[in-house]
């Protein structure tokens, strides 16, 4: 059977956001390896059986890094960092999330020049961080992770902005001026017809609608309708995917007219993050992924919802002005150690709470080992960052110089 999105318009799309992709990719090291999961679980495949500690069994983000983490906003408003990108969420070891976390922070010290040195001191509190959540989930200890006092500089700013901002701020990033409209252009591509029609239907369905009435403010059964969409032109490793706004009309239009909101649809594609065999997760690719959001970031999980589009597995959830990235940039030394103890800290708290007791002393201790007299970070740890950082250096020069050797672009 033919898909819907096999015709020319759509293939002349994805050969501009392969484009578009390749060129996000050549900006620097750092988004080099945010935007290639792939290599980095193809470097996996390299390592012999049993190099990795073999954790629990457990969901993990898959894809670990620093962009993927930061303030998320739940259903009441409420607000904490979470793990913000669940694509590549599987079942599988969580030692995979500590090695591509650790990479993506060495990858930014060396954005801002920082000694290996302190490449090695921010891979000690990496574990630092990860072990003392665990221990602090264990104890039922509250680690006050979203208290102000303690967060490091750039994360505080985040977590600031992110308190403060309001729809308006949500609607002047991502619409035109003083409309509720996407502004067509660079960001925003005019839909084809099929594809206005699929996502009208899709807002249709009642259980799809209701992603807009979750939030506690709003009134179950008030109606919904679909007021604009667009293609968005979003992301990085994920450009070349289905990848849709919507702007959503909430409740009965009055004189001020509706309460609108933003909803993000995302097509969900197979996992390039290994998977422990036998582990029992939902077939379609879009369930997979709501239901690691919901183990791992239960903030935004309790926002997301499964659907199909375009005979395509995608997922929705509606952008809140409270939810922003971390962008590390221009690091001290100090703020670096203290930034990598703090977000693998999330990380470990998003993997203790599917943990036992048990299971997770167990974990600790076995991250406990391979550590030297000289680094406290364990060596396969370090060792797997060393050969990850050499590995990406040396694809990203090869990326740039076939980028910049494209016809096209020439």
């Excluded at 954790?55 to 409420?78: F, K, R, Y």
């Excluded at 990496?126 to 104890?139: D, H, M, V």
């Excluded at 709003?218 to 990085?236: F, M, T």
């Amino acid at each position: 059977m033919t898909s819907k999105i096999d015709s020319p318009g759509y293939v002349q799309r994805a050969e501009r956001l392969t484009a578009l992709r390749n060129l996000k990719m050549a900006r620097s090291a750092h988004s080099y390896v945010r935007g290639n999961t792939k290599r980095f679980y193809e470097w996996l495949t390299t390592r012999q059986p049993h190099a990795l500690p073999e954790g629990p069994a457990i969901w993990i983000c898959g894809d670990c890094h620093v962009g993927n983490l930061g303030p998320v906003a739940n259903i009441n408003g409420d607000i904490q960092l979470q793990i913000r990108d669940l694509d590549q969420t599987v079942i599988g070891n969580p030692a995979h999330d500590l090695i591509r976390l650790g990479l993506s922070l060495a990858m930014a010290a060396r954005g801002s020049d920082l000694p290996g040195v302190t490449t090695a001191f921010m891979m000690e509190q990496l574990i630092e961080g990860y072990t003392s959540a665990i221990e602090a989930q264990l104890s039922q200890a509250d680690p006050s992770e979203d208290a102000s006092t303690t967060l490091p500089a750039s994360v505080q700013l985040v977590m600031q902005a992110a308190m403060k901002r309001s729809w308006k701020e949500l609607a002047s990033e991502r619409l035109d001026d003083g409309a509720v409209r996407f502004p067509i252009g660079k960001r925003f591509w005019k839909l084809t017809k099929d594809e206005k029609n699929e996502i009208r239907r899709l807002f249709e369905i009642g259980s799809v609608s209701r992603l807009a009435t979750l939030l506690s403010y709003r009134n179950d059964d008030v109606p919904v309708e679909l007021v604009e969409a667009a293609y968005w032109v979003k992301g990085c490793s994920s450009l070349g995917r289905l990848r849709y706004a919507a702007i959503l009309g909430v409740g009965h239009q009055d004189k001020k007219g509706f309460e609108h909101c933003l909803i993000d649809i995302k097509e969900a594609v197979p996992a390039a993050a290994p998977s422990y065999p036998g582990s029992k997760m939902p077939p379609d690719h879009a369930r997979r992924v709501v239901e690691g959001a919901r183990h791992l970031s239960p903030h935004l999980g309790e926002r997301m919802l499964a659907a199909e589009l375009l005979d395509k597995p995608v997922f929705l959830r509606e952008l809140l002005p409270q939810d922003l990235k971390l962008a590390l940039s221009q690091l001290t030394a100090t703020e670096a150690t203290e930034v990598a103890s703090y977000l693998a800290g999330i990380v470990g708290k998003a993997h203790a709470r599917q943990m036992d007791a048990k299971t997770a002393k167990l974990w600790v201790a076995e991250l406990q080992k391979g550590r030297s007299k000289t680094l406290d970070a364990p060596s396969w740890l370090w060792n797997s960052v060393v050969d990850l950082v050499a590995s990406h250096e040396a694809a990203y020069l090869n990326h740039c110089r076939r980028y910049a050797l494209m016809p096209s672009m020439a």
